[in-house]
């Protein structure tokens, strides 16, 4: 289960401090191997999280229903498995999986992989 802050925006302030968000531990996420870490806001309808995966460890295989997933990855090396291709990531890329498909993220890099993800309802 993924951990999160609920924090409201008022509308003079339209910012998350995510040095104030403790990293959850998520073994297993989705199916995935080892552990999912993240720091994770969400507004009750939308994620924002920042995330990270040791080496050897991924988010499991899933599909996004009523949502839809952007992950911009910051450091570290992996690939993702979207639909039926597979892709290499390193910093400075993004990979999106529209609403209706499947994808993962695997770190089989020797450093953490750490990301920003965003998942927007649909």
Sequence with gaps: MLHSI??????????????????????GFKG???????KMFTDGVNKMMHGK?????????????GSCEMIFILEGEGKVLFDDTEEDVKPGMVHYCPEGHSHSLIN??????????VVPKQ
């Design 6 to 27: 609920n924090i409201s925006f008022a509308e003079d302030n339209m910012t998350t401090d995510y040095s104030k968000i403790e990293w959850k531990a998520n073994p």
């Design 32 to 38: 995935g191997e080892g552990t999912f870490y993240n």
């Design 53 to 65: 995966l040791e080496p050897g460890s991924s988010i499991g295989y899933h599909k996004h229903e």
């Design 108 to 117: 089989n890099g020797s450093e953490d992989l750490v990301f920003y993800a």
